[in-house]
């Protein structure tokens, strides 16, 4: 190298830069054991992913949240209109409830962060949550363990954000305790990239025409004269077998046969090694196989048990997750707890509600009112307040009082029936009432 190249700027190293490598439309992510690109945008085209993620986002975004107050260690009582609640409920102008509490979800299911910058009053109220694309924004720690967020904006404009500015949720386990875990990009990221692959091998099997890849065979001790001779050969099977005159018959002679590479298009659907691989995904998130669509497995008997599983054991850790961030860095005061009512997911079909609700009534812990607050339905007023108590039920140790009073019961009895037969055999209502 002269001096003058110097100047000049070297030469840069041959690079094969093909414009038909997928790489260069998969956006940011990372590199999987087998070779293929696995990004979040990338991963989101595969449908079973697609469908788990808007399970859980849609299912979450669906439920009603709110504040209780602890008054003390039995006693909670509903805040009605506590400002966090109101927050979350309009979290910005250009969002709702149901559109941010959805994207929460989303992100941490899919990026492993979720980001929202708090905008103040002058006064330093909570006045709006304005959420971060996760893929935009990067979290590194100042010497004193204080966070710090580096947000760059749809026009390349970068911010930095204190911990104080952000209310960010990662997803467990963390990261260098400061990031969470992707289950798309860490993971499951192997099982994202099968996915991937068998998803862009089918589509180029099917783009060409479903048909397998295929050599010409020519008789032993024949060739062509020259390359020339070969290339017009191929040429002319390609112009046959192309355009609209594909799938009509062709005629090749001289005894070249066509030998056939790969497999066929039955073949080539992997039919069980995708459901095994849908399943496998579905794993990735806890989501089970009926809420996507999978029912092989699936009875009318079980999909019920199934759907409660899926509350407890999957959507469960998510909602405290989500909780214990609100209480910790929205509310901080532990007096108010933010909660998730998961009661509708749990109700089960009309005939299985209306047998505990009469359960619960027979046995005195249900009133009328508490029933229809159950079904979403107005009370009844202070009658339906009531709570009903087994005749042949008393407390504990109270059994020798009540028999003590067994000669007080047998006079008001008689007293009764004195009553009655004195009336024409008609009781006095009056006179029920008062012994009642």
């Avoid at 992100?107 to 103040?120: H, N, P, R, T, V």
């Avoid at 760059?152 to 990261?175: A, C, M, Q, S, Y």
């Avoid at 054991?313 to 998961?342: A, M, Q, W």
């Amino acid at each position: 190298m002269g001096i003058f190249d110097i100047f000049a700027g070297a030469p840069e190293p041959s690079v094969d830069r093909d414009a038909s490598d997928d790489r260069w439309f998969e956006g940011v992510g990372t590199q999987s054991e087998i070779g293929v690109g696995v990004s979040i945008a990338r991963a989101r085209q595969v449908p079973v992913i697609r469908s788990c993620l808007s399970v859980l986002s849609e299912t979450v975004a669906g439920l009603q949240f709110g504040v209780v107050r602890r008054v003390n260690d039995q006693t909670r009582e509903k805040v009605e209109n506590h400002p966090i609640a109101r927050l979350l409920k309009n979290p910005n102008e250009r969002m709702t409830g149901f559109d941010f509490v959805f994207s929460i979800v989303d992100d941490l299911s899919s990026e492993g962060d979720f980001y929202a910058e708090k905008i103040f009053s002058l006064g330093g109220d909570l006045l709006e949550l304005m959420r971060l694309q996760p893929n935009r924004v990067s979290v590194d720690e100042t010497p004193d363990g204080t966070k710090r967020f580096h947000h760059t904006d749809k026009f390349g404009v970068t911010r930095v954000l204190l911990e104080d500015e952000v209310w960010h949720i990662p997803r467990p386990p963390l990261l260098d305790e400061i990031k969470g875990s992707s289950p798309i990009l860490v993971d499951g990221k192997e099982a994202v990239a099968v996915a991937i692959a068998l998803q862009r091998y089918a589509n180029m099997l099917f783009s060409n025409d479903a048909t397998p890849p295929y050599v010409w065979a020519l008789p032993n001790g024949q060739s062509f004269k020259s390359e020339e001779d070969k290339k017009n050969f191929l040429a002319s099977i390609r112009r046959w077998m192309g355009g609209n005159r594909r799938h009509r018959p062709a005629v090749v002679e001289y005894g070249i046969e066509p030998k056939r590479l790969g497999l066929t298009a039955e073949e080539a659907q992997f039919l069980e090694t995708r459901k095994e691989l849908w399943l496998d995904l579905t794993r990735i998130w806890r989501v089970p196989p009926h809420k996507v669509g999978i029912m092989d497995r699936a009875t009318f008997s079980n999909i019920e048990h199934q759907s409660i599983e899926f509350v407890i054991d999957t959507l469960r850790p998510i909602l405290e997750l989500i909780e214990r961030s609100v209480n910790k860095f929205l509310i901080g005061d532990e007096e108010y707890v933010f909660e998730f009512n998961v009661r509708s997911l749990l109700r089960g079909d009309l005939k299985a509600r209306y047998e505990a609700y009469a359960i619960g009534r027979q046995w005195g812990w249900l009133s009328v009112n508490d029933v229809l607050r159950a079904e979403s339905e107005n009370g009844i007023g202070a009658a339906g307040d009531r709570y009903m108590e087994p005749l042949n039920m008393v407390p504990v140790g109270s059994g020798a009082d009540r028999r003590n009073n067994n000669g007080g019961v047998q006079k008001s009895i008689e007293f009764l029936r004195e009553s009655v037969s004195a009336n024409g055999g008609r009781p006095r209502l009056e006179i029920v009432k008062d012994v009642a």
